[in-house]
């Protein structure tokens, strides 16, 4: 969890770099069932009525836990039928997961931006976090998935807010395999996506786990092994050969090479299934 103290010099930086840019907001309907999630007197049915009021965020919800990607192993006919299986604590995280999409992309990201490239590679990242965590931490599947998809939700911010710089940081990065992206960011900015994202994440209050989670993608320590393979499948810029994923488990020697490699090839199928999901 972030110190007080840092926590609130991150929230100078964040204002810094938005620098008057104003944020949407998320979605009423999407506060009001988070509000009611965290709430164990409120009732799952009332949690689903409040979910079918907003038409759009509800079938994104239902298409999206049905995806492959997310790893049921049944469909899910209708929103209460989700409430009842999913249970409170993975339908907050998925819930987050399509409100924050649908924010994120009501930001005037500039048309130097590939959109759709970024949400690409989000959802392939959700999808090998999910099944790393399957595998290694069962607990932390929902965390993991939410985390994968977010983890770089301030990129698109910051090449909002800015503009020519952030181009050039973004394009560098792009052109220059030696370089990462939160390395570039420290050196023009001070502070990178992960810490700006971490205070977003407190912004729109996802619970904590999450915000350590985008906080922490780039740590070798990240606690959930899914957020950590994830996180280095984006420094990769594409699917990484053999050579690179065999270099990866010599540092990190507690996956298994053949699941991963599987995982990773399956994921680019599940990737281009779940955005459709999350586009509604």
């Not at 409170?88 to 399509?98: D, H, K, S, W």
């Not at 090479?257 to 779940?274: G, M, N, V």
């Amino acid at each position: 969890m972030l110190g007080v103290f840092r926590r609130k010099k991150k929230e100078v930086e964040l204002d810094r770099i938005l620098a008057g840019y104003e944020l949407p907001s998320f979605p009423t309907t999407a506060m009001t069932v988070l509000a009611k999630l965290r709430d164990p007197d409120v009732p799952l049915e009332e949690i689903a009525a409040d979910l079918e009021l907003d038409p759009g965020l509800h079938v994104r919800v239902l298409r999206t836990v049905n995806s492959v990607a997310f790893g049921l192993t049944r469909k899910v006919s209708n929103v209460t039928h989700a409430v009842t299986l999913l249970g409170r604590n993975r339908l907050e995280a998925l819930v987050l997961g399509v409100a924050a999409k649908g924010t994120i992309d009501r930001c005037l990201v500039p048309g130097w931006f590939d959109m759709k490239g970024f949400w690409l590679s989000a959802a392939r990242r959700a999808s090998v976090a999910r099944s790393v965590a399957m595998r290694y931490r069962p607990n932390a599947q929902s965390e993991a998935f939410t985390g994968g998809l977010l983890q770089d939700m301030a990129v698109p911010i910051l090449a909002a807010t800015r503009g020519n710089v952030y181009q050039k940081i973004y394009r560098k990065w792009q052109q220059t395999p030696e370089t990462t992206l939160a390395g570039l960011e420290l050196e023009h900015f001070g502070t990178c996506h992960a810490e700006i994202g971490a205070v977003l994440a407190q912004r729109w209050d996802f619970p904590e786990e999450l915000v350590s989670a985008i906080e922490g993608h780039h740590s070798k320590q990240a606690e959930n092994p899914g957020i950590r393979v994830a996180s280095w499948i984006a420094d990769r810029r594409e699917v990484p050969n053999r050579e690179e994923l065999a270099h990866f488990l010599d540092q990190d020697t507690n996956l298994d090479p053949s699941f991963l490699e599987e995982t990773l090839s399956r994921a680019e199928d599940e990737a281009a299934e779940l955005l459709e999901s999350l586009n509604g």
